[in-house]
């Protein structure tokens, strides 16, 4: 924008413009000063001063793309290359790998769980790009962003070919019409097969129902890590130009529609200093601060008024203010006290919201409750009910892919998402923060036949590449799962790929079966297909537990003589009480032990009396793997120290009591 002194008219003229404008009137003097990304430029043209309010990129061309692709395929890695080579940093700054994953879950997993924003510009072009989550269960987080962004960068590895999570955000980003480039990454791999695996994208596309334009896809080849891409396979090997050329002539610019202030609001952060802050792109209009807006909610309701006290950009990896943001450009704004995701911020005026893109329903929940065991409060200092709740909606608010529910019973509330890994995520935080609560094993989420009132079952699409001579155990496991195989074909280097539909509470607890069954070799990639009629019981755990009969410390005399019983799961000195599990047992029933016990300190000797004993590693589960291992009747405790399992009633006579309750009512169902 273009401000005189005089008059007060105010021109706007895009980046280009303005450069030309100030070139030809200072007689290319003053124009050295002006480049992307100034704050201030303040340029005299004969008596008069122009001054170049706010950030001058927000005129510069714009370019809201996505890098969508399966788990591991070097999404955020291609990020990190992209940030470097278009100079936002300086060329001695350290700069860890991914960089965009900054939350402290996402650098211990090397996962990516939040789609998170930057931007870069090249050749006067401003380029918003958002990372995306490359897991199924956060898939909610890809669907959101998609209307932010006219086109995709679909990165498929060189081996691997297209994944679940490729087919699911693909179809999604095909619907929206987003315009796709094909970058197969991983090219230097030995096994790689880029001629198949573009086949493969190919009819992938096809089967998603792309139109031709969509069909007639950029293709470009390369290594993220090593940061270059080419049109050929073999080079050259030199930089990303290729690629951020081809996103200035593929993707379009952003669509901009006329009238009022319009944005969707997609991603919801707090920031200690200035409260709620909302993502989304600009509609229509623009946003400045200390402008007055509303809220509306998705069904035209009103949600709140406020003024916008700050407007942010996207410069790189950092958030910066901006006196003035326009029509297509990705920004956050705060200043707003009740509104959240898929609201629409927008003028007084306005009646009409955006609509915002429907999101898959979840297919497992889990009981959220407080923690009643005895050593309750001890661990952490968040343990009321009340805070719970408020924890568990502060978390809806901001992930619409989940949803909390109050239940029948006192202080438990059913949360329900769209996998174990998107549940274990939120349990691991709620721990972190200090919260201490006990949870239930996963269940799925039925649904019932609007006609024939036939109950219903999530399924999902399984690929799993293993060894050869392993394929057979995993197919007769999975079977004796409902599993139903689909395709089975060699996928080279001797490792066979197997595409299975197996129901989703058929793959509760089996990742670490598989692993087992094929020595650590077997991958297995899984992602939602549908809802199909129920496929009848599938057996749990074959093996019961070890229950503490008291409580006090575990002595290692006790677990010594135990193991014979079966493997333990906690060590000598720690703590245990009544009801708490402590080992599997070999049998399939459950055995009440005594881990307090110590040796009697008598004077009788015996020949080896007092050999030392020697004591197998206990069996240690992390969160998911506790998760999918008990069984309906036991709760996992999960505190900021500690990750126990107990049974949901700790005292014996209460769990036979609810035995006997439970085939009662079996015995009346099947009389019914």
Not at 479 to 486: D, N, V, W
Request: charged share 30%.
């Amino acid at each position: 924008m273009v401000k005189t002194n005089r008059g007060g008219k105010l021109l706007r003229l895009s980046f280009g413009s303005l450069r030309e404008v100030v070139r030809q009137a200072a007689g290319g003097s003053a124009c050295n000063m002006l480049r992307p990304g100034d704050k201030m430029v303040r340029c005299k043209i004969g008596r008069h001063r122009i001054n170049t309010l706010s950030d001058v990129g927000v005129f510069m061309e714009l370019r809201n793309i996505a890098i969508i692709a399966h788990v591991d395929h070097g999404k955020t890695t291609l990020v990190d290359e992209l940030l470097k080579q278009s100079g936002v940093f300086r060329e001695n700054q350290q700069v860890a790998e991914r960089a965009m994953d900054s939350n402290d879950i996402e650098r211990e997993r090397g996962i990516t769980i939040l789609a998170k924003c930057t931007s870069v510009v090249w050749k006067d072009t401003r380029i918003n790009i958002i990372d995306t989550p490359g897991h199924a269960d956060f898939g909610g987080e890809v669907e959101r962003i998609l209307n932010m962004v006219d086109g995709a960068i679909v990165l498929v590895d060189a081996s691997e070919g297209p994944l679940p999570q490729t087919k699911f955000v693909v179809s999604k980003a095909l619907k929206q019409g987003l315009r796709p480039i094909v970058a197969i990454n991983k090219i230097d791999r030995p096994d790689e097969r880029h001629q198949d695996v573009l086949n493969d994208i190919f009819d992938l596309f096809a089967n998603c129902d792309a139109n031709d334009e969509q069909l007639d896809f950029p293709v470009l080849y390369g290594s993220g890590r090593n940061g270059w891409m080419a049109e050929d396979p073999a080079g050259p090997q030199e930089s990303l130009a290729p690629l951020f050329d081809l996103v200035l002539r593929h993707v379009p610019p952003p669509k901009v529609d006329t009238g009022p202030t319009r944005m969707l609001a997609t991603t919801l952060t707090a920031d200690p200093f200035l409260g709620r802050i909302l993502t989304g792109r600009i509609t229509s209009g623009s946003i400045k601060p200390n402008q007055a807006l509303k809220a509306l909610h998705h069904d035209g309701s009103l949600v709140e008024n406020f003024r916008v006290s700050k407007v942010l950009a996207f410069r790189g990896l950092e958030m910066t203010s901006v006196d003035l943001a326009e029509a297509g450009d990705i920004v956050a704004i705060a200043g707003m006290s009740e509104a959240t995701v898929a609201d629409t911020l927008c003028d007084p005026e306005v009646s009409e919201p955006l609509a915002a893109q429907p999101i898959d329903p979840p297919t497992l929940s889990m009981l959220f409750r407080i923690n009643d065991g005895p050593f309750a409060g001890q661990e952490g200092d968040k343990v009321q009910s009340r805070v719970i709740r408020d924890r568990l909606l502060k978390e809806a608010e901001r992930n619409i892919a989940i949803r909390i529910t109050e239940t029948a019973e006192k202080d438990s509330f059913d949360v329900a998402g769209r996998g174990e890994l998107q549940l274990a995520i939120l349990i691991e935080n709620m721990r972190r923060e200090g919260f201490e609560l006990t949870v239930s094993r996963p269940r799925v989420v039925y649904k019932r036949d609007e006609t024939t009132g036939q109950r219903l079952e999530p399924i999902e699409e399984v690929i799993i590449d293993v060894d050869e001579e392993h394929s057979g155990v995993v197919v007769q496991k999975l079977s004796e799962r409902k599993g139903e195989l689909i395709e089975m074909r060699p996928s080279g280097g001797g490792r066979t790929r197997m595409v299975l539909y197996v129901p989703t509470r058929g793959l509760l607890g089996y990742q670490s079966e598989l692993l087992t069954d094929t020595r650590g070799t077997a991958v297995m990639n899984r992602i939602f297909h549908e809802y199909a009629p129920y496929k009848g019981e599938i057996s749990g755990r074959r093996t019961g537990v070890l229950i503490s009969n008291g409580n006090g410390e575990a002595t290692a005399y006790s677990l010594f003589n135990l193991q014979d019983r079966g493997p333990s799961m906690i060590g000598p000195q720690t703590r245990v009480y009544e009801g708490m599990i402590v080992g599997e047992h070999t049998r399939d029933n459950d055995l009440i032990v005594n881990v307090i016990q110590g040796k009697k300190l008598t004077n009788v000797r015996a020949s080896g009396k007092d050999d030392a004993l020697i004591l197998t590693p206990p069996m240690r589960l992390s969160l998911e793997k506790a998760m999918s291992y008990i069984m309906d009747d036991e709760l996992v405790e999960v505190t900021p120290e500690n990750i126990r399992l107990r049974k949901r009633w700790l005292d014996p006579n209460e769990r036979k009591k609810q035995e006997r309750k439970k085939e009662a009512e079996a015995a009346d169902a099947n009389v019914a």
